[in-house]
C-alpha cells in the first residue's frame, strides 16, 4: 500500500499537482487549483487490493503472493491518474479546485472515515463529489456503459462475529460434551430463516456467513466454534432489527443447547446514497462522453456495499458503475481470476475529469 501511495503520488507532482501524503495513513490527495475561482470537487478512487492469490495468467498478475486487485481498483488509480492528467493539462480551463483523492482500505477496513476525520472535505471546502466502480458489478451494463442511480445505489453492511462455547470432550461420548458444532448449524440455519420470515418479501435484506472455524479433528469435539458474517441492507431499522434478531437466535439456541455464547458487531458502513440534482448534471456529462446509447438508468440497486458512502453522507454528488467486461461470462468481482476490460480505462478518466471540469458551470 506504501509504494501504491508512493507511487500516486509521484506521478501527480510530476505533472505539477499539489499533494498530500499519509492523509488517513495511506491516503493520498492531489489538489489541483484552477485559473478561474470556484467551488471544490472531490474525485474519489480506492486502490486496495485483496487476499486472494491471483490466478489469471496474464503478463500483469500481482507480483505478491496471497494478495490480487480482484475487484478492479487497480482500474480505479489509473482512472484516477488519468483524471489527474487531463485536468492538469488543460489547468487554464479549470474553474474552482479539483481535489482527488485516493483512498486506501475500502474493503472494509474504514479507509474513508479515515481520511475525511483526517480532514480532507473540510480543509478544501468540498461541495461536490463524484466516483464509480469498474467492472461487472451490475447485470444491467455491458462493456463501456455507465449506469446511473438517482437514489440508493449499493446497501448498508454490518459484520458481525459470533463464538458458540460448548464443552470439549471425545467424539465417541457426546454425551460428557457440549458440541459447539451442531449447535452452530442449528444457529446458522436459524438465522438464515430471519430472511424469510422476518423480513418483508419486498425489503432487500442479505445475511451471509462468510467464515466458520471450529474443530482440530474426527474424533474431538471443540470448546468452540467461530463465526463470522454480514448483513446488508437499505433501511436502518431493518439492520437494527437483523442485529437484534441475530443476537436473539443465537442466544437462544445456545440456551437449549446448554451453551454459552459471544456477539459482536464491527463498523458499518450506510447505505450509498445518491445526490438527485447532482445525478442529473453528472448524467449529462456521461451523455456527451460516452454517447445516450451508452449511458443507463439502473432498474436495480446492488446489495454490495461501498465505503464512498461516508463522502456521500457530508457533500452532495454521485456514484457510477462502468461497465469494464461481459456480466454474463466473466469472473465476478472478488474472484482469483477476476479482470477488467480495459479499453474501457479512457471513459473512467474521462467522466472523472469532464465532471470537474463542468461543475462551475453548474453552480449559479
Ligand atoms: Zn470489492
Ligand atoms: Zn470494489
Redesign the pocket.
Known amino acids: 500500500m506504501e509504494e501504491t501511495a508512493e507511487f500516486v503520488a509521484s506521478r501527480l507532482e510530476e505533472w505539477g499537482i499539489e499533494v498530500e501524503r499519509g492523509v488517513g495513513k495511506t491516503g493520498v490527495v492531489g489538489i489541483l487549483r484552477g485559473q478561474v475561482p470556484g467551488p471544490t470537487i472531490a474525485i474519489r478512487v480506492?486502490m486496495d487490493a485483496l487476499p486472494i492469490q491471483e490466478e489469471n495468467t496474464h503478463d500483469f498478475v500481482s507480483m505478491y503472493p496471497g494478495k490480487m486487485h480482484a475487484?478492479?481498483?487497480d482500474g480505479h488509480i489509473a482512472m484516477g491518474l488519468g483524471a489527474a492528467k487531463l485536468l492538469a493539462q488543460a489547468r487554464q480551463d479549470l474553474a474552482g479546485t479539483a481535489v482527488l483523492i485516493f483512498q486506501p482500505g475500502?474493503?472494509g477496513q474504514g479507509g474513508a472515515p479515515a481520511m475525511i476525520a483526517d480532514g480532507v472535505l473540510r480543509r478544501h471546502k468540498v461541495k461536490a463529489f463524484v466516483a464509480g466502480?469498474l467492472?461487472v458489478l451490475s447485470p444491467e451494463l455491458a462493456s463501456g456503459q455507465v449506469g446511473i442511480s438517482f437514489r440508493s445505489l449499493m446497501a448498508a453492511v454490518t459484520t458481525f462475529q459470533a463464538r458458540v462455547i460448548g464443552k470439549g470432550g471425545h467424539g465417541a461420548q457426546p454425551q460428557d460434551a457440549i458440541d459447539p458444532i451442531v449447535i452452530s448449524a442449528e444457529v446458522i440455519g436459524a438465522w438464515q430463516r430471519l430472511i424469510s420470515r422476518e423480513i418483508p418479501p419486498l425489503e432487500p435484506a442479505v445475511l451471509t456467513i462468510g467464515q466458520i472455524h471450529g474443530g482440530s479433528s474426527h474424533n474431538i469435539i471443540p470448546n468452540e466454534v467461530f463465526l463470522q458474517g454480514t448483513i446488508r441492507y437499505f433501511r436502518p431499522a431493518v439492520g437494527k432489527l437483523l442485529l437484534a434478531r441475530l443476537e436473539e437466535v443465537l442466544a437462544g439456541t445456545c440456551r437449549s443447547w446448554k451453551a454459552g455464547y459471544r456477539f459482536e458487531t464491527d463498523q458499518a458502513y450506510p447505505p450509498l446514497v445518491n445526490d438527485p440534482s447532482f445525478t442529473q448534471f453528472f448524467s449529462e456529462v456521461a451523455v456527451e462522453l460516452a454517447g445516450r446509447q451508452n449511458v443507463q438508468m439502473l432498474e436495480f440497486p446492488l446489495m454490495v456495499s461501498?465505503d464512498a458512502s461516508f463522502f456521500l453522507d457530508k457533500v452532495p454528488g454521485t456514484y457510477f458503475l462502468l461497465g469494464a467486461g461481459d456480466p454474463a461470462t466473466s469472473y465476478p468481482?472478488h474472484h482469483p481470476r477476476f479482470d477488467l476490460d480495459e479499453s474501457v480505462l479512457w471513459l473512467g478518466a474521462a467522466l472523472l475529469a469532464g465532471t470537474a471540469r463542468r461543475f462551475k458551470s453548474r453552480e449559479k
Open positions: 480506492d475487484c478492479g481498483h475500502e474493503e466502480h467492472g461501498e468481482h
